[in-house]
């Protein structure tokens, strides 16, 4: 099945910083990769997501991109503010969009 | 639209107890998924369902029984429940339209077993 690891666990920037997630995914076959916020006791929140069939998508301060040869993508976030701070996942679905595998969060803290 | 509608919010049951987490959708969505969700573990699959009447097991699926008698409903059972399955617990329901792709997440069932 599909495996998506996450990097870094935990990441601390200063407000007006921008931050940075990795992921990585075993599945070829993978076509989908979404990005969700997640506030405490809060619900996952779609922020972006991205086809196999794009190399890059921006939504203002939030941008992702893929590289499928690599097999990884990357949320970039922007002129950071304490408000960004969350829990991010990355997840990948094998075009099936009914078995998302997720990553296992970062936690983000936007310091003032 | 409510969107996807989880009950209870919150659940404490004892060791061996069972119970019946609900969820229901109004999207008329194909797809419906449950997750788990523990510290420092993500958001992993338990059971999924791509219509009404087929279920098939996700990543951990020990413990959990599924059934998908209509679109609007995908109840998750617990048989006996253990403390190893205190979680927060998402339903989900999602689309495939034309290429075009949609998850919709409930907002959680708090369970503690113990």
């Known amino acids: 099945g599909e495996n998506v690891e996450q990097h870094p666990s935990t990441l601390s920037v200063q407000e007006g910083d921008s931050a940075v997630i990795k992921c990585t995914y075993s599945?070829?076959?993978?076509?989908?990769f979404p990005w969700y916020k997640q506030e405490l006791g809060k619900r996952p929140q779609l922020i972006i997501d991205?086809?196999?069939?794009?190399g890059e998508k921006k939504d203002q301060r939030i941008a992702v991109t893929l590289n499928k040869t690599a097999k990884h993508f990357s949320l970039h976030i922007t002129e950071t503010q304490p408000e960004d701070s969350a829990v991010y996942f990355c997840a990948a679905d094998i075009s099936s969009n009914y078995k998302l595998t997720f990553g296992k969060g970062t936690l983000l803290t936007v310091n003032p | 639209n409510a969107g996807v509608t989880q009950t209870p919010k919150f659940q404490v049951l004892k060791t061996g107890q069972s119970m019946t987490l609900q969820c229901a959708q109004d999207?008329?969505?194909?797809?419906m998924s449950w997750y788990r969700q523990d510290p420092g573990m993500g958001l992993r699959l338990i059971h999924y369902?791509?219509?009404?009447?087929?279920?098939d097991q996700g990543e951990v699926p020990n413990g959990y029984n599924v059934s998908r008698s209509t679109t609007e409903d995908f109840p998750l059972r617990l048989l006996s429940a253990a403390p190893s399955q205190t979680s927060v617990y998402f339903c989900?329901?999602?689309?495939?339209?034309?290429?075009?792709?949609?998850?919709?997440f409930g907002s959680g069932t708090r369970l503690t077993v113990v």
């Open positions: 369902s791509v219509g009404a009447g087929i279920t």
């Open positions: 989900a329901s999602s689309y495939s339209i034309r290429g075009d792709y949609g998850y919709t």
């Open positions: 991205i086809r196999s069939n794009v």
């Open positions: 599945d070829s076959a993978s076509n989908y």
């Open positions: 999207m008329n969505h194909e797809y």
